[in-house]
């Protein structure tokens, strides 16, 4: 289970909660260069909000400002993603 979530609930009435589980993934995405890079994670629906309050452009622009710093000459960029899930009961009288 992730750190975060587990010292949550351990700090916040643990009388409440009946079973908490959780765990992780990870994930790898590797472009060959900045470009690319900027457009596939611009195309990603996790962009949608920043492109809708600031524009394409401007949201490809600072987009860029951050990606181009990783791009390693003959080997392109890559970015190591993790994403972490947890389920948690609320305890009922007869538990």
Do not use: K
Request: hydrophobic share 45%; proline share 8%.
């Amino acid at each position: 289970m992730p750190a975060v979530h587990s010292r949550f609930f351990a700090r916040s009435r643990p009388s409440l909660w009946g079973s908490i589980t959780g765990s992780g993934l990870g994930g790898l995405n590797e472009w060959p260069d900045a470009g690319l890079a900027v457009r596939a994670l611009a195309a990603a629906g996790p962009s949608v909000p920043a492109i809708q309050a600031t524009g394409y452009g401007p949201f490809c622009r600072a987009l860029r400002e951050v990606i181009e710093p990783l791009d390693i000459p003959g080997a392109g960029i890559r970015i190591a993603s993790e994403l972490g899930w947890i389920t948690v009961e609320l305890r009922t009288d007869d538990s």
